[in-house]
């Protein structure tokens, strides 16, 4: 069990070492660069974090935590089911404005053969954003908003259709980002609205 002073050094190493992937990318940067930019011991990384990629997962899995922090925040502000998707959509696309995507993406790319564990640890940490949205789907159906459909299903098929909205920069610029998405929301909420 880690320390409330084990705790600030553990958030404070995973913001630095953001800010160095940024800088030089993920494959670029060595735990030494690390140790470096933190002030930090290799030591006290090394008992936070058993590798460059278990920091780098823990990063991601941070900054999801943050992401569920801040809609429970948000959430507030829309009270009826339909705005709260388009909300859930806005802080969903939002996030991939972070440092953090253009890290993920070099990482993504660079996994090798053998890296199934550490994909299935991402994986489980992308799934906190979609029970965020698969809770508002089966909040949808359940007042008779939205059709009857599997809610966790479509919490996956609608993240993946906003998560394209951030590949294709060339058709959907990072200008128009919010316009986008609530016309793809728009889209969506015709689609299952309840007739």
Sequence with gaps: MSTPKGSVKRSMILDQALELFVQKGYAATSMEDIVKHTGVS??????HFSSKDDLFVSMVE?????????WSEI?????????????????????????????????SMNMQEGYQEIHQRLIE??????EVFTEIFREGMEQQVFTKADSSR?????????????LYPQVFPKDGMHQHTQEAVAVLLEGIKKK
Excluded: C, D
């Design 42 to 47: 290799k030591g006290s990384i090394y008992y």
């Design 75 to 107: 959430r507030r502000q829309f009270p009826e089911v339909g705005s709260r998707l388009m909300g859930a959509s806005l802080h969903f696309v939002n996030s991939f404005q972070s440092p953090l995507t253009k890290v993920a993406e070099e990482f």
């Design 125 to 130: 940490i992308s799934m906190v954003q979609i």
């Design 62 to 70: 941070k900054i999801n935590r943050e992401w569920v922090e801040e």
């Design 154 to 166: 479509l919490a996956v098929l609608f993240t993946s259709m906003l998560s394209g909205l951030t």
